[in-house]
């Protein structure tokens, strides 16, 4: 049977820097549910898409997903081909980031994008983050984790890294919204990560899923 490990969280959580860690730690595909939902918002910047017109165009779309490798044995991730373009060299465009938590808040979106995780779940041991693995895509995994840090801290990330987006807008959405809303799954382990480094928090995930037992860390 292949395992979950669900990592959620808010914005600037660090939960994109851990998972990618904790998956080469443990040899499991990196997958950020993110990337699929920027990938789709592409497209619809890409292709000036209406809102009125969302639902037709979302059903319109070809996903494809391609494994990759990195540059260490155990970094294993995907890349994302949108009707046959790659998405990835536009992921983080500004245009496309403002355009993520509305496109998420339609159903046919989430629909369509949590099939294709579960359909990875399928076939590979995966380390997934995003807003809501452990509440509504894999509710069912034991292996979850929320990570979070304080909103000062988040901004100051954020910022860090040459972000434009509003930390507590980012929030608001996601929180409030009526389709899968950021929030704690039931039974997971929370990592306040405000004064933490990253290896910090790979090392409190690692060390959480060693005592549960059934996994193995690749040596380095």
Do not use: C
Request: zero cysteines; a negative charge.
């Amino acid at each position: 049977m292949t395992r979950v490990i669900a990592i959620d969280g808010p914005a600037a959580s660090g939960k994109s820097s851990a998972s990618r860690g904790v998956a080469s730690a443990l040899g499991f595909l990196f997958v950020s549910s993110g990337h699929f939902y920027r990938a789709l918002a592409w497209g619809v910047v890409r292709d000036s898409v209406s809102e009125e017109a969302l639902p037709q165009w979302i059903g319109n779309r070809r996903l494809d997903i391609v494994e990759t490798t990195g540059p260490e044995t155990a970094q294993r991730g995907v890349q994302l081909m949108l009707d046959g373009s790659d998405a990835t060299p536009h992921l983080s465009d500004p245009e496309v980031a403002a355009k993520v938590s509305l496109l998420a808040v339609f159903p046919e979106v989430r629909d369509l994008i949590n099939g294709h995780l579960r359909a990875l779940a399928a076939s590979h041991d995966l380390v997934m983050e995003g807003r809501d693995i452990g509440s509504v895509v894999f509710p069912e995994t034991p292996y979850k984790f929320y990570l979070d840090a304080s909103p000062e801290e988040r901004a100051r990330r954020r910022a860090g890294e040459g972000a434009v987006d509003s930390v507590a807008e980012r929030d608001r959405i996601d929180s409030s919204r009526a389709t899968a809303p950021l929030t704690i799954p039931k039974g997971a382990t929370v990592i306040d990560t405000t004064h933490l480094n990253l290896s910090e928090v790979i090392h409190a995930v690692l060390e959480h899923l060693r005592k549960l037992g059934n996994f193995t860390t690749i040596a380095k």
